[in-house]
């Protein structure tokens, strides 16, 4: 009994696993009869329509015509093609009109006289011409457009370079600095009461009145391009703002002692040697750094570098740039073998006849803007040295002294140095240091 029982059940769960797959292919087999079908009848339609030839139908007297039905989808969709006699005829009137327009024809004389066709045939070329400007608009890259509006340009009087006739913003650019030469021309179709006919209305340019005049909006600058020196100049100095962590401190110094002492040995030289304000300034800071050898040091990626040599570089302007000549050993030179150095190459780096060894280098830097009257500024690091100075002009300045007023004369320095290497401590000590030699100029004798 159980074994029948079994049987049975396989049995019936066989028939209707087979039933189902009969149902399912009896299905798939009448969705692609139904698809075959409706291809066969939609190809059936395009033949009769391809051979199907299209009689005009209007009440109209001109001749009896046929054409084959042409499809234009680039042109409008046009709403008011039921003011048409029948269908027939709105298909050939599209058609006969788009032929028109594309063969370049302004007044079409084919048109006839059924109210219905002729207004048809007015609002077909009004929406056409519309149309055409709204999307010969639609072409124009948004700084293009502008540019045609600031201007007052037409975007007819531009020749196009860009890929499929678009107009570009350099075209537009080109067509300002060149001048308009051309009137511009619009062509505005007029109807009247009984025939089409069009008028040509010819509005001159703003510029065409006078061909030598600026046009709006034209460049008033010549541009002058940046030399090899001003572009690696540029180079270094942004990347110095942009990759150094620039530290500053300021410090006001007292000079009057070195204004006496300049005047007493520019009096023995009997004008052989002229000592400068600057060349005190350059041998202070030398021995400042020897007293403070954390200072004298260069930024590498593995840690700071301890210089032996003190190098001090020089800022000098010139006509082509910025250049920084070096005065070596400056801390074992006197102020008479400095003073002849830095004129040997300040005169060398304005005449481009410094040497690379001789700019390229350095361990400190000072940059003196006192001689132009500036009270005080903030130089930039020149990397991958660790700091550089900054002396503005000396100015006079009242001071109480031994319970007394007087009048001194200061100046004001200011240190930027990079805090990756130099402590805001060592930094502060070089200032100390560099301020006591410059107010006691005798030790740097």
Partial sequence: WYQRRVRDTQTTAQQQKNNSKQWYQRRVRGKQKEKK?????????????????????????????????????HLPSLPFMHRTTTKTSSHYL???????????????????????????????????????????????????????????????????????????????????EKGPSQATQTTKPSVSNTTTQTKTTTTP??????????????????????????????????????????????????????????ATLNTLGQGKTKVSVNDFFIKACAL????????????????????????????????????????????????????EDVRTLAQKAKDGKLKPEEFQGGSFSISNLGMFGISEFAAVINPPQAAIIAIGAGKKKVVEKDNSLKVVTVVDMSLSFDSRIVEEESAAKFLEVLGDYLSYPKKMI
């Fill in 37 to 73: 079908e409706s291809k066969n009848q939609q190809k059936s339609k395009k033949v009769k329509r391809s051979n199907t030839n299209e009689t005009q139908h209007c009440n109209c007297t001109h001749n009896t015509t046929q054409t084959q039905y042409r499809s234009f989808p």
């Fill in 288 to 339: 400042a750094l020897r007293d403070v050898p954390s200072v004298n040091v260069l930024y590498s990626n593995n840690g700071p570098q301890p210089q032996q040599s003190i190098d001090i570089s020089v800022a000098v302007a010139t006509d082509r740039g910025l250049f920084t000549p070096i005065v070596k050993q400056a801390d074992k030179k006197t102020l008479g073998i400095i003073s």
């Fill in 205 to 262: 340019s703003p510029s065409s009145t006078d061909t030598n005049k600026p046009t709006q909006n034209a460049p008033n600058f010549e541009e002058i391009p940046n030399s090899n020196i001003r572009r690696v100049i540029a180079k270094r100095l942004t990347e110095s703002k942009t990759t150094v962590p620039h530290y500053y401190i300021a410090k006001e110094c007292e000079i009057d002692n070195i204004l006496s002492l300049r």
């Fill in 94 to 176: 599209f058609n006969t009109l788009a032929r028109g327009v594309l063969s370049n024809i302004t007044q079409p004389s084919f048109l006839c006289t059924n109210p219905h066709t002729y207004l048809f045939s007015q609002q077909f070329f009004r929406h056409l011409h519309t149309n055409a400007a709204i999307e010969s608009k639609q072409t124009l890259f948004p700084s293009v457009r502008r540019l045609l509006i600031e201007n007052k340009l037409d975007q007819s009087q531009i020749t196009p370079t860009g890929p499929k006739g678009r107009i570009l913003k350099g075209d537009v650019i080109h067509f300002l």
